[in-house]
């Protein structure tokens, strides 16, 4: 049967128990959990009753699929941000996950950072400026590009202002780990940043997920960004190619394979098409993945979410593993994602299992396609993601997070 997936934002409401029909499609057709429908008819049962299933829960990724297979819209993706956030209120959380939220420091984003060369670390410092920008906007880079600068040293972004730190990341994984007090703070922090220091009255992304936390998400944990502007700048780089401002000189040949963003199917379904519209563009024919647009499958690095398993190491390989191989499928001469996250996680997969091809950002194909030289750091970034990311890890203890204040430290 054809699934049918339905354009939702989150909306910060508890889990529709009572119109919750038991038909069991949204665990069905879950594409981290592969359960039959007996299974998900008898998980849901169990679930809206108030009970738990261990299996589901634990392996939830929280990319809201189920959220946008729910023929009567009951939420069942906040279910378990819901039963996360009570298990944290309870218990606190592991000691190993504080590693990788990008407010406590020292964490694995610093870890990269601390090991940047010394035109990347320049860059940050000019993107960490208070001064309010002239004009008012800025594009925003996020926790994952701000590790990843390089991505941005491209005609692509000549007379763009960057503005960003890791201090003033949007809460992504706070939110997707059902952190909620937390992604208050930082809704504050959002607010106080943009609005008061910066000023600004345009922000673009290059990520999705910043797009849809910023747009969807901050403002019903009290962020207050009306009267900003916030946009994709994808569709930027989109326009200027289809208007020869950027002038393809090297244009690619051969097929690629594209992650998508989980926040894709949370923001808008137009959103999936712009990369391919690029990518297109720029010379290359997508195979689609197996699980791709709406049935994408998460990059691995979601599978350290749940609260049970509070980025466990032997969760998180074998999630980036099992996202590459569905990305390689197709065998296509590319794989692209326009997650510079995505690409972190790949960069591991690679490490890992020695895979080929490389991965790319999609922000890397079109430089190849301008005629520019790559930085090509994925071997670096795989090796520190998992010599920073996964080694100093610290234990299971369970610990409660300090307070975020308005102002970073």
């Not at 690619?252 to 137009?270: A, I, K, W, Y």
């Not at 049935?295 to 590459?324: D, T």
Request: hydrophobic share 35%; glycine share 6%; with cysteine.
């Amino acid at each position: 049967m054809m699934v049918k997936y339905h354009y939702r934002p989150y909306e910060r409401k508890p889990f529709d128990a009572e119109n919750c029909t038991r038909c069991g499609l949204c665990l069905e057709n879950c594409p981290q959990l592969h359960l039959n429908k007996t299974e998900a008819k008898k998980a849901i049962e169990t679930l809206a009753a108030g009970g738990s299933v261990p299996k589901v829960e634990n392996a939830c990724v929280s990319c809201f699929t189920c959220n946008t297979v729910c023929p009567n819209d009951c939420r069942p993706t906040n279910l378990f941000l819901d039963k996360w956030h009570d298990a944290y209120e309870k218990e606190g959380l592991a000691e190993r996950a504080q590693w990788f939220l990008p407010l406590t420091v020292p964490n694995f984003r610093t870890y990269f950072l601390d090991r940047m060369p010394a035109d990347e670390k320049a860059a940050i410092t000019q993107w960490a400026s208070l001064d309010p920008v002239p004009g008012g906007e800025i594009l925003y880079p996020g926790c994952n590009v701000i590790v990843q600068p390089y991505l941005t040293f491209s005609k692509m972004f000549d007379g763009v202002t960057f503005r960003g730190t890791l201090q003033h990341c949007c809460g992504e994984m706070y939110f997707r780990m059902g952190l909620y007090e937390q992604v208050e703070q930082i809704a504050q922090r959002v607010t106080h940043y943009f609005r008061d220091q910066l000023q600004v009255q345009k922000i673009w992304t290059i990520c999705v997920g910043d797009l849809d936390v910023l747009t969807n998400t901050l403002p019903q944990f009290g962020a207050d960004l009306s009267g900003i502007k916030i946009e994709n700048y994808q569709n930027v780089i989109l326009q200027k190619l289809e208007s020869g401002e950027l002038e393809i000189t090297h244009p690619l040949s051969g097929t690629v394979t594209l992650q998508d963003s989980c926040h894709g199917r949370t923001f808008n379904p137009e959103i999936f098409e712009i990369p391919r519209k690029i990518l297109h563009l720029i010379g290359l024919e997508v195979l689609e993945a197996p699980h791709s647009k709406e049935a994408q499958i998460c990059c691995g690095i979601a599978c350290g979410f749940s609260h049970e398993s509070a980025y466990s190491k032997m969760n998180l390989i074998k999630g980036v593993r099992r996202a590459y191989a569905n990305v390689k499928k197709p065998g296509a001469k590319y794989i692209s994602t326009d997650c510079s996250g995505c690409l972190q996680s790949f960069s591991f997969a690679q490490k890992l299992s020695l895979s080929r091809p490389p991965a790319y950002h999609i922000l890397e194909l079109v430089q190849l396609a301008l005629g520019e030289t790559l930085r090509q750091r994925n071997n670096a970034i795989g090796s520190q993601f998992f010599s920073g990311g996964l080694r100093y890890q610290k234990g299971s203890r369970l610990a409660k997070l300090p307070p975020i204040p308005l102002i970073p430290p």
